[in-house]
């Protein structure tokens, strides 16, 4: 059973397309997120999210957004798909509301922009 | 500037060879460092450290933080070919809101 699940695994579209991508979790945690990996390997955290917070790394553009329809689900919306969004996102969950709690993340979804 | 380091940044040892990977922080109002392990897809977590010279252990990896010096170490003994990963550091903080900075990972290659 996979605990994180991410569709899609690989997404290709063209600059200025608007696309999502979902995220589910089966653990029953409290806390989901979001992070961007980078060609370099760099993982960056880019939204944590529980029932009662969104907190949201101010480095991040505002075409990026994040909707949660429940607890178990964080989905990512990217508005004007730019080049420099090409990575792999990741989506991750926990228990508890701290950032700093064991995370369990999903296997990615590979974007590129054309 | 980096508020996480690590170091070395790559390191190729051969099977049965003890290594360590270093992470540094520079952070005011810590509250926690973990390790992941990243092998093809996603990371793993691996340890998570709050207080100081408590080392967390298991099987071949161990973990220890220092809060004086602000760092922590991640050892791996005997090490295998199916240790060969990214690993990586994260520190949360409490900056305008709690925080979590990731280093750019130790690459570790184990050869036989």
């Known amino acids: 059973d996979t605990a994180v699940s991410q569709t899609p695994k690989y997404l290709v579209t063209q600059m200025g397309n608007d696309k999502s991508i979902k995220c589910e979790q089966n653990?029953?945690?409290?806390?989901m997120y979001w992070y961007k990996q980078d060609s370099k390997k760099f993982l960056k955290i880019m939204f944590s999210y529980n029932n009662k917070e969104l907190i949201i790394n101010e480095t991040v553009p505002n075409r990026f957004s994040p909707k949660s329809p429940d607890k178990a689900h964080l989905n990512l919306h990217i508005n004007s798909l730019e080049l420099g969004d090409s990575a792999v996102y990741f989506c991750a969950s926990s228990h508890g509301t701290g950032v700093g709690q064991p995370q369990h993340f999903g296997d990615g979804t590979r974007l590129s922009i054309l | 500037e980096d508020k996480v380091v690590q170091s070395p940044l790559s390191l190729v040892v051969h099977e049965g060879d003890t290594v360590t990977l270093n992470c540094s922080y520079e952070v005011t109002n810590f509250r926690s460092l973990l390790w992941y392990k990243q092998e093809k897809k996603a990371p793993t977590f691996l340890f998570m450290l709050?207080?100081?010279?408590i080392e967390k252990k298991s099987g071949r990896l161990s973990s220890i933080l220092d809060k004086k010096e602000l760092f922590s170490i991640l050892n791996i003994t005997a090490t295998q070919t199916g240790d060969s990963a990214i690993y990586l550091c994260a520190v949360e903080y409490l900056q305008g809101g709690y925080q979590l900075t990731f280093g750019k990972g130790t690459k570790l290659s184990v050869i036989p």
């Open positions: 709050t207080s100081s010279g």
């Open positions: 653990l029953g945690h409290d806390t």
